[in-house]
């Protein structure tokens, strides 16, 4: 039991930052206003979410303009991957039991 | 947290991975009708052909050109109600229309029919016609392989069906309408009914 739960990351405790996650090992990145769109969520709500993810170095952050308009990219890092799939593997060991 | 919530989290994690790459309003019911059309068109194309003076196919004249204006007026109805059907079900769904992942469906999708497309008008213009039958159930096999990554994975076994088809097509060229009428036709309303009972009535 100790095990399983040393695998159930911290970072990953709240259902935002799972979302994010999950759509990121999905995809090759992902910008700003589909995260926002996909979660349901808040400007404030995703900046700070991803802030929160971005300094635990499990996603990458890619600012610049397209045109004008400043966009913005998020990509998992191999880190944040792995830690992903640990965590899921863990949840699913725990709903075994 | 209780397990309760694990399992919460796992569905989660699962639909917003689906929702994220993934196309899924795809419309079971333009299948059926674009199958429709390829089965009408065709036995429209068998009666000219066969009610015309000489009763086979050549390639100037004025039945050939009818039979393209009604392969034509096939493609274009059957790809006119797939957008049609399809938006109006994205709509239902929530699910944008035009995003990242249909663009990447339909490029997926359209790189290997249109080089196809391309391959077949050269080999025409040099006068070889044995395998056009063929080589259209080919790739656009290919083409429902490449694409079936990014929408609903049932639509594997379609492209591998019309690439079993087109291979067979190749050996027997002289049933090439068979095959084309099996392939575009019947096999789109099997593949429209099944996708419909499992996916759209609900």
């Not at chain 1, 004008?68 to 792995?82: E, H, M, S, V």
């Not at chain 2, 309760?4 to 899924?24: A, G, V």
Request: glycine share 8%; with cysteine; aromatic share 12%.
């Amino acid at each position: 039991m100790k095990n399983i739960l040393n695998n159930i990351n911290k970072a990953f405790d709240h259902r935002i930052r799972l979302g994010i996650m999950s759509i990121l090992v999905v995809n090759e990145y992902a910008d700003f206003k589909t995260l926002k769109e996909l979660l349901g969520i808040t400007d404030g709500n995703l900046a700070s979410h991803s802030k929160a993810l971005e300094k635990v170095a499990f996603i990458r952050v890619e600012k610049q303009f397209i045109g004008r308009k400043p966009n913005t990219r998020y990509y998992a890092t191999k880190l944040g991957k792995d830690e992903f799939k640990k965590h899921v593997e863990a949840l699913e060991k725990l709903l075994k039991q | 947290m209780s397990s309760e919530n694990y399992l919460k989290d796992i569905t989660e994690i699962k639909n917003l991975m689906n929702r994220s790459s993934r196309f899924i309003s795809l419309s079971g019911l333009s299948g059926i009708l674009a199958g429709t059309y390829a089965i009408i068109g065709a036995a429209y194309a068998y009666w000219l052909v066969s009610n015309s003076k000489r009763g086979y196919l050549i390639l100037d004249g004025e039945i050939f050109q009818l039979v393209l204006l009604d392969l034509l007026l096939v493609s274009v109805a059957s790809i006119g109600t797939a957008i049609f059907l399809t938006t109006r079900k994205a709509k239902r769904n929530n699910e944008k229309v035009w995003d990242a992942t249909t663009k990447r469906l339909l490029v997926n999708f359209l790189t290997p029919i249109i080089a196809g497309g391309i391959y077949i008008l050269i080999i025409l213009n040099q006068q070889r016609y044995g395998q056009t039958g063929a080589l259209m159930l080919l790739f656009y096999g290919l083409g429902l392989v490449n694409a079936s990554k990014f929408t609903l994975g049932d639509i594997k076994y379609l492209g591998y069906t019309e690439i079993l088809l087109g291979l067979s097509c190749a050996i027997f060229p002289g049933l090439g309408f068979w095959f084309w009428v099996l392939g575009f036709g019947v096999m789109h309303v099997i593949y429209g009914v099944v996708m419909y009972v499992k996916y759209d009535r609900k």
